[in-house]
C-alpha cells in the first residue's frame, strides 16, 4: 500500500459520512469525477472493492469498513499533530507579559531563566513593583501572569497557590535583646518596615491589628535589599519573607523564635479569567505549577 495518501483516506471518509459522492465534492470542493477517480485509486491500492449500492443507497463493503477505522485513526492522528505542532510553534515564537510584586523577584527569576532557556525565542516583559503597583496593573489587564502573596480579592480573576511564603522577624547579628518572645516583646526596639503599599507590609499590619500591637518605634524602607541590608548593619528589626534572605551570608542577619512566626501564606499566580492566555503565557503558568521549569 505504497501509494496510499491521507488525501484518498479523507475523500473515502467525506463520501462515507457524506453517503454520496455529490455530497463529499461539495464537502471538499472537488468535481465528482475527481472525487470518483480517488475512489477508485484507493481502491485499486487496497486491492478489493470498498463501497457496493443496493437498495438506492452506499453500503461499505467489510474491507470498506477497514479502511474506514484506518482513516478514522490516520486522520484523527494527524489533526493532533498538527494542534501539537502549532502548539509547539506558538510557544517558541510567542510573548509573555508577567508583572511580580517585589518580593517575588527572589523567586521568579531562576524560573523564568529555565523557561525562557527552553523557548529561547520567546519575547519576555517582565515589571516589578509593590502590591500596590502590580494589583494597579492587573486592574487595567496589562500583563499576561501576575505573581502575589496575597492577591486582590476579585471574582474575575484566577489565583493559584504554587509556593509557600514565610514571613519571619530577623534582628542584626549582634542583637542582645529578647528572643523565644512575642511581637509585643519587642516593640522597644526599632522595626524597618516596607511602605504602604507593600504586601509584606500588609500581612505585617493585618497581624498587628488583629493582636493589638502597635510599633513604637518604626522606619519606612521602600526596599527589602535595603531592609536586609540595614538590619544586618544593626539598624534595627523587620519582618520580611524568608525568600529575601536567601543570598544573604548566613552570619549577617539572625532569625528570631517569635510565637505565631513565621507568618504563613502562599504565592499565587494570577490570570484574569477573562484574557485568553497565549500559549507561551499559559505554558510558563503550567510550568510554575507543575514547578517543572
Ligand atoms: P511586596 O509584596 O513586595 O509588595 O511586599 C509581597 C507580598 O505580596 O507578599
Redesign the pocket.
Known amino acids: 500500500m505504497n501509494n496510499l495518501t491521507f488525501r484518498l483516506l479523507e475523500v473515502f471518509q467525506e463520501v462515507v459520512d457524506g453517503g454520496s459522492v455529490t455530497a463529499a465534492s461539495h464537502s471538499l470542493a472537488l468535481s465528482q469525477p475527481t472525487v470518483s477517480l480517488q475512489l477508485k485509486k484507493l481502491s485499486q491500492i487496497v486491492g478489493l472493492p470498498l463501497l457496493e449500492h443496493f437498495g438506492g443507497k452506499v453500503h461499505m463493503t467489510e474491507a470498506g469498513e477497514a479502511t474506514y477505522l484506518c482513516a478514522q485513526e490516520v486522520l484523527t492522528s494527524q489533526a493532533k499533530l498538527s494542534t501539537h505542532i502549532q502548539a509547539l510553534q506558538g510557544i517558541e515564537t510567542g510573548s509573555l507579559k508577567l508583572a511580580?510584586?517585589?518580593?517575588?523577584?527572589y523567586i521568579i527569576p531562576p524560573m523564568l531563566s529555565a523557561f525562557c532557556k527552553a523557548h529561547p525565542n520567546i519575547d519576555v516583559h517582565f515589571t516589578?513593583?509593590?502590591?500596590?503597583?502590580?494589583a494597579a496593573r492587573l486592574k487595567q489587564n496589562r500583563d499576561d501572569i501576575y505573581i502575589?502573596?496575597?492577591p486582590p480579592e476579585d471574582e474575575s480573576i484566577q489565583a493559584s497557590a504554587f509556593l509557600d511564603?514565610q514571613?519571619v522577624v530577623i534582628a542584626p547579628p549582634d542583637y542582645q535583646g529578647p528572643d523565644n518572645c512575642t511581637l509585643q516583646d519587642l516593640l522597644d526596639e526599632k522595626f524597618l518596615l516596607?511602605e504602604n503599599?507593600?504586601?509584606?507590609?500588609?500581612?505585617i499590619d493585618e497581624y498587628c491589628l488583629k493582636n493589638n500591637i502597635t510599633f513604637n518605634d518604626l522606619m519606612i524602607i521602600e526596599s527589602?535589599e535595603a531592609i536586609r541590608l540595614s538590619v544586618a548593619s544593626g539598624l534595627g528589626l523587620a519582618i520580611l519573607?524568608k525568600h529575601t534572605l536567601a543570598q544573604a551570608a548566613p552570619d549577617n542577619i539572625r532569625t528570631l523564635n517569635v510565637t505565631d512566626f513565621p507568618l504563613r501564606?502562599s504565592?499565587y499566580v494570577v490570570t484574569r479569567k477573562s484574557r485568553p492566555l497565549s500559549l507561551t503565557a499559559h505554558a510558563f503558568k503550567t510550568s510554575l505549577l507543575e514547578k517543572k521549569i
Not at 128 to 134: D, H, L, M, V
Not at 197 to 203: L, Y
Open positions: 511580580a510584586v517585589t518580593t517575588a523577584k516589578i513593583g509593590n502590591r500596590q503597583q502590580i502575589f502573596s496575597q511564603n514571613l516596607r503599599g507593600s504586601g509584606t507590609r500588609k500581612a527589602n519573607s501564606s504565592w
